[in-house]
């Protein structure tokens, strides 16, 4: 993952409505629409399908057609890359520790 894609996808869950509709989806395990996003969470239905629309953009959930409406799943493959990339950055931000002779004796 490139840097402005791990960019991208932490802007898109720096919200908390986003990471909120993302646990009610993983609870529904892509059995959820947007109305039941919108069941479950104070906010008009225009609000919730903006941030759905963040989430699609940014590639963490897909959208299926089921009937007439839509359902969407999470997509664990990009949070499993996030993860990775998001391990890999910390990794070269944190200092190597420092051992003390009395440590190494």
């Keep these: 993952m490139r840097d402005d894609d791990i960019a991208n996808t932490m802007r898109a869950l720096g919200h908390p409505v986003r990471l909120e509709i993302m646990r009610i989806l993983a609870k529904q395990q892509g059995q959820c ?3 039941d996003v919108t069941d479950s969470l104070p906010l008009a239905q225009s609000t919730v399908s903006q941030h759905i629309k963040v989430l699609l953009d940014a590639g ?8 007439t409406r839509n359902r969407y799943i999470i997509q664990h493959d990009r949070l499993a890359e996030l ?4 391990g890999g950055l910390l990794q070269g931000l944190v200092p190597a520790p420092v051992h003390t002779e009395a440590e190494t004796a």
Aim: glycine fraction near 14%.
């Design 33 to 35: 629409c947007c109305a």
């Design 60 to 67: 963490l959930i897909e959208r299926k057609p089921h009937g």
């Design 83 to 86: 993860g990775t990339a998001f």
